[in-house]
């Protein structure tokens, strides 16, 4: 009986580590597109004046400063994400069967969802990024939840609505700089408070493991 408690506490702890890595994985994460992407519309409304400094087309100064900014988000989360399998790896065997199906379906559920923000009516362009990767938070919230592989993580259900319901009153904003303005304080809000959140978190998890052995 004694070793079928102690088997139970390795796994608790096992899988308390695990939380604790992937927390805080989706914690940089959010933290990196938190500051990143709105600097990359603060690049493009400013292109004219930093690409005639810097000798540059505007259109060329755009695609460069997009391509770049773009590569080190998605860099930088397979870096964090990857980082964590392999740690994770080391406690639990690695399972491709288990690992993948949600990895892939968080990860397409992104692409669509920014790439279908440019779809969006004109009028509702300064809420578009609010839109999609408040839909991307809640959709990659319900694939956790419903695989259970990893735990259904708060973080992104919260960040999720706190994206949409902010985004509602901007949309009826008709002056299109405050919009823009708006939109992108609560981006950055959202992502680098939920980006906090979760690496506190991350923390919190470890340490009652740590007490719980």
């Not at 065997?93 to 288990?98: A, E, L, P």
Request: proline share 2%; glycine share 6%.
């Amino acid at each position: 009986m004694e070793e079928v408690e102690k088997i139970g506490r390795v796994l608790k702890l096992v899988e308390r580590y695990e939380d604790y890595l992937f927390r805080k994985a989706w914690g940089m994460t959010f933290i990196i597109l938190g500051l990143l992407a709105p600097l990359n519309v603060l690049l493009i409304l400013k292109a004219q004046s930093i690409a005639n400094v810097l000798g540059m087309s505007v259109e060329g100064f755009i695609s460069l400063t997009s391509i770049m900014i773009a590569l080190t988000i998605v860099a930088a989360t397979i870096y964090f994400f990857t980082s964590a399998t392999i740690a994770a790896s080391r406690r639990r065997k690695f399972s491709f069967s288990r690992e993948m199906p949600h990895a892939f379906a968080i990860s397409l559920i992104w692409l669509v969802c920014l790439n279908l923000a440019r779809f969006v009516p004109q009028r509702f362009a300064a809420v578009s990024w609010l839109w999609s990767a408040g839909c991307a938070s809640l959709l990659s919230y319900v694939v956790l939840w419903k695989m259970q592989v990893h735990k259904s993580f708060r973080e992104l259900l919260v960040t999720g609505l706190i994206l949409l319901s902010a985004s509602l009153p901007i949309a009826f904003l008709t002056e299109a700089m405050i919009a823009e303005t708006a939109s992108l304080i609560i981006f950055t809000v959202a992502f680098v408070s939920g980006g906090i959140y979760s690496i506190l978190m991350a923390s919190k998890v470890l340490g009652e493991g740590e007490e719980a052995a």
